[in-house]
């Protein structure tokens, strides 16, 4: 695979890749470890702001009843059982939505290459910016990435 403009690749370090992945890889499973990168990311991104939310309103009653105390990483357990089902739901929504918009139909794809990405998906592309940061312009978006 070739790893010359590949996102994410900075000057003066280049490619941060201590294991070497990514020079046995292939173009393919490169987008694929971009995919999986990108979206593990926001959702640690997501997961710290939910830790820091966590805190700050413990024993607030807007949210199941002011039932949930502690620090955050109990938090979870204190869930009621109702709440899992929408969050189930929430996730599989938003999964099928990323796999229609990214990923080759199963019967379409190639039994040798499972998980294949479209050629005309950009990995974490989801046409999702209600805030429009993402630029126009591709020059501009290359900079940014």
Do not use: N
């Amino acid at each position: 695979a070739s790893l010359d403009g590949l996102v994410g690749a900075l000057e003066p370090a280049g490619v941060f890749d201590p294991l070497g992945l990514a020079e046995k890889a292939t173009d393919a499973t490169l987008q694929r470890y971009r995919e999986a990168e990108l979206a593990h990311g926001r959702i640690a991104m997501l997961a710290v702001i939910g830790f820091f939310v966590g805190e700050q309103v413990e024993g607030s009653a807007f949210l199941f009843d002011a039932s949930i105390s502690g620090p955050a990483i109990t938090h979870i357990t204190q869930v009621p059982d109702g709440f899992w089902p929408v969050i189930i739901a929430f996730i599989g929504a938003y999964e099928a939505s990323r796999a229609e918009a990214g990923w080759v139909d199963p019967a379409d794809c190639p039994v040798d290459q499972p998980g294949l990405l479209r050629d005309d998906y950009l990995p974490g592309d989801l046409k999702f910016d209600p805030l429009g940061l993402k630029p126009e312009d591709d020059e501009e978006f290359a900079i940014m990435q």
